[in-house]
DNA sequence: CGGTTGATTGATACACATCAAACCCCGTGG
DNA sequence: CCACGGGGTTTGATGTGTATCAATCAACCG
């Protein structure tokens, strides 16, 4: 897992330093130092909402959460996936108050991590700070990849990166990656990537049709994917569509 | 300037707490406890760039810089701007190497200050971990918000968000916000935006004929904006064409 | 001056949204 | 057991917002 220097060839996307080792390490750190606040929730539930009094950050420690923000006319836009080792709320701590509603997709557990008490021991042990600064930089880092596959991928390429980032992160946390179900509607998905459930539909038909996935369920849900840099190779056949010399 | 618990009736964006005073005391902050090494730069100056190894977090003394992201087949993407205050560099802390170029658009001054160096006087002065706390989660509102703009907008309300956005960063900045110059092609703004050059153009102008905005000067880079609140009311009647009731 | 760079505006093309119909799965209750 | 209904998915037909292509113009500059 290098990083790209000079010649990115490979558009990796998750850093080195942040793989099943380092969620566990962090998730056992936060225990040991800090009065951690365990929360089960289960699908439906909200963690915590924009405009309410920011106190605590969370960490996903098992399910799968959605940050939801809300625009000016009321309808909600999903702008964060967040599974095992993730932090939420992390955008409150600049106002006072949570920017985002997040939102738990599945049954799960989330610490709820006083902020005050964080940043107090964070003085006598450093390594907490680590792992905050950590998470909010590759949290800055991810949503800046997805603006700018907004930006400039079509449809086909954002559904087939939206599976690849779904990969990597189950990569990360040390679950298989080869096949899994979807736990999010073509609706959510669309909202996500900026879409109409619609052109998921179709995105992830084509997709299956070119046999870089393949669906296991009646329900469409279960994915199967036998090689991730398929993926990989999809979405740069999809953005450069005829392929001839620079003129 | 009152952040929304209930009713957000008033859609602003910068909280209370980043204003003129926040930031000067912020630079003070810096410049009093830390080795800041300052470097003079032009427009087109690259202070930071994505893969080099990271050791310094870079904070806007003055002038004003875009953060470019390079996708995967070379071609650039602006994924942030920054004034006076703004940090950049914030998301190679995670991965040890920079992901975006940081480069100037203006001749100006930024402060390197190294990452080590500054952890090190966090232990002792927690408002500098405050303050890049504070600047991480703003920039990570900040992503969040262009996002949903991105995904939800038109062009033409990105557009004139686009310009509320910058006038309300000089007026966090104690700058007049009635007039100001763009210091950004159209090409720039329409990268920024998801659009194309001609699609700012048209928008820009549709603006004018609307009498939201007005062209000061012959290269309609100086752009005048009597009321502020007129911005957010064309937003506004772009994004619900026809008013009607709930059903 | 001619040459270059940026901005505007119009004509056309296309990717995606929208609208609409049908299907499948699954739970509920007669 | 089957009938029914509802939520989710797929697929097709049509519409439209924006990109693309192209021409013109203004400002600047060596």
Redesign the pocket.
């Known amino acids: 897992m290098q990083v790209h220097s000079d010649a990115p060839a490979n558009p990796s996307q998750h850093s080195a330093a942040f793989d099943v080792r380092g969620i566990t390490e962090t998730l056992r750190l936060l225990q040991q130092h800090l009065p951690v606040q365990r929360r089960l929730v289960h699908a439906g539930d909200v963690v915590c909402q924009v405009g309410q009094k920011f106190n605590c950050l969370y960490v996903v420690n098992s399910g799968f959460f959605k940050l939801v923000n809300l625009s000016a006319e009321g309808r909600g836009q999903v702008v964060g996936l967040h599974f095992r080792g993730d932090w939420m709320g992390l955008e409150g701590i600049a106002d006072g108050h949570y920017g985002c509603d997040a939102v738990a997709m599945d049954t799960g557990e989330v610490w709820a991590i006083p902020y005050d008490a964080l940043l107090q021991s964070g003085l006598r042990t450093p390594a907490l700070l680590a792992a905050l600064h950590g998470a909010m930089s590759r949290e800055l880092k991810r949503d800046r990849d997805c603006l700018m596959s907004l930006c400039t ?6 559904v087939a990166g939206f599976l690849r980032y779904w990969a990597d992160a189950l990569d990360a946390r040390g679950l298989r990656t080869d096949q899994f179900t ?1 736990r ?7 909202n996500y990537l ?9 995105a ?2 084509r997709m ?1 049709r070119g046999e870089v996935i393949a ?1 296991t ?5 279960d994915i199967q994917i036998p090689r991730v840099d398929a993926l990989t190779s999809f979405i740069q056949s999809v953005c450069a ?1 005829e392929p001839q010399a620079t003129h």
């Open positions: 991928l079509p449809v086909d390429a954002r979807l999010m509607t073509r609706a959510e998905i669309g900026g879409m109409t459930l619609e052109s998921v539909s179709r992830l038909s299956a669906f369920d009646k329900a469409r849900r569509p």
